[in-house]
């Protein structure tokens, strides 16, 4: 099966119940953000728009980086793709496995320990009893949480639960790799172990989707992008293209690009 990833002309619209006081900073943000836009409904109710009319292709072998401030829609696009939010309009269509790292940290029951919610996860995905303790073992060695791998996840240090939450959902697999921003979390040693554990699903998956803020990690792992602004596309090309006039224009307001569809 030939993987893919369509959105056709998505938005995505979620409410905003806030306080009086809290509506006077909302309306000061509006008018100064670079995110999705802020409004009212029919009924009166405040909403973000946080995708606004997204036209996106991907075919195998695509390797697309997405760059933009924070609030620009990146999160939230690369959520949509995985299937974690859905589009108010527009269509989404996947084909093939998604492999999503994503808010690590998630998921994990704090009452459980490590070994617990390895063993949880992994049944939730199918995994039968033989393969569970093979893959629990690799990542019991991956996250080198020594005795803490057998105490509960509240004890964790947030760096701690990020090992865990990242060695378990990269032994997961996947046709699509799709992954936000992770390689900023957790200390030099395990991110440069954690660097070279994506480059190893790179490889095997036929789409990735990587946001960064990083021009090294980009060049690492794509070999196009995406810079997104006020929850839209505004330009695409090679990475360095794309960075280069992203740290040129970043504090300002790009030209919206006139492409109809964008596809890599």
Same mark, same amino acid.
């Given at each position: 099966?030939?993987?893919?990833?369509?959105?056709?002309?998505?938005? %995505?619209?979620? /409410?905003?119940?806030?306080?009086?006081?809290?509506?006077?900073?909302?309306?000061?943000?509006?008018?100064?953000?670079?995110?999705?836009?802020?409004?009212?409904?029919? $009924?009166? %109710?405040?909403?973000?728009?946080?995708?606004?009319?997204?036209?996106?292709?991907?075919? /195998?072998?695509?390797?697309?980086?997405?760059i933009g401030r924070n609030g620009s829609g990146k999160s939230t696009m690369l959520?949509?793709?995985?299937?974690?939010?859905?589009? !108010?309009?527009?269509?989404? $269509?996947?084909?093939?496995?998604?492999?999503?790292?994503?808010?690590?940290?998630?998921?994990?029951?704090?009452?459980?320990?490590?070994?617990?919610?390895?063993?949880?996860?992994?049944? &939730?995905?199918?995994?039968?009893? !033989?393969?569970?303790?093979?893959? $629990?073992?690799?990542?019991?060695?991956?996250?080198?949480?020594?005795?803490?791998?057998?105490? /509960?996840?509240?004890?964790?240090?947030?760096?701690?639960?990020?090992? %865990?939450?990242?060695? &378990?959902?990269?032994?997961?697999?996947?046709?699509?790799?799709?992954?936000?921003?992770?390689?900023?979390?957790?200390?030099?040693?395990?991110?440069?172990?954690?660097?070279?554990?994506?480059?190893?699903?790179?490889?095997?998956?036929?789409?990735?989707?990587?946001?960064?803020? !990083?021009?090294?990690?980009?060049?690492?792992?794509?070999?196009?992008?995406?810079?997104?602004?006020?929850?839209?596309?505004?330009?695409?090309?090679?990475?360095?293209?794309?960075?280069?006039?992203?740290? &040129?224009?970043?504090?300002?307001?790009? /030209?919206?690009?006139?492409?109809?569809?964008?596809?890599?």
């Amino acid at each position: 099966m030939r993987s893919s990833i369509e959105l056709a002309s998505v938005h %995505l619209r979620y /409410p905003v119940i806030t306080s009086g006081k809290q509506q006077s900073i909302l309306g000061q943000v509006a008018r100064n953000a670079t995110f999705g836009l802020i409004g009212k409904n029919n $009924s009166g %109710l405040r909403i973000v728009h946080a995708l606004r009319g997204i036209n996106l292709k991907l075919g /195998p072998k695509a390797r697309l980086g997405v760059i933009g401030r924070n609030g620009s829609g990146k999160s939230t696009m690369l959520k949509t793709m995985a299937g974690v939010l859905h589009p !108010s309009a527009g269509q989404l $269509s996947v084909r093939g496995k998604i492999n999503s790292i994503l808010t690590l940290g998630a998921g994990l029951d704090p009452e459980k320990t490590g070994r617990e919610n390895v063993a949880m996860i992994l049944s &939730l995905f199918g995994f039968d009893r !033989s393969k569970m303790t093979n893959v $629990s073992d690799e990542i019991e060695e991956f996250v080198e949480l020594d005795e803490f791998f057998d105490m /509960p996840v509240r004890t964790y240090s947030s760096g701690m639960s990020v090992r %865990l939450s990242f060695g &378990l959902v990269t032994a997961l697999e996947g046709d699509i790799l799709i992954i936000d921003e992770v390689l900023g979390a957790g200390d030099a040693h395990f991110m440069q172990r954690a660097s070279e554990r994506i480059e190893k699903l790179a490889e095997n998956a036929s789409i990735m989707v990587f946001a960064s803020h !990083s021009r090294a990690d980009l060049k690492r792992f794509c070999k196009d992008a995406i810079w997104m602004h006020g929850g839209k596309i505004v330009a695409s090309g090679p990475v360095d293209e794309i960075f280069d006039a992203y740290e &040129l224009n970043g504090d300002g307001v790009p /030209p919206v690009s006139d492409k109809v569809k964008i596809e890599f």
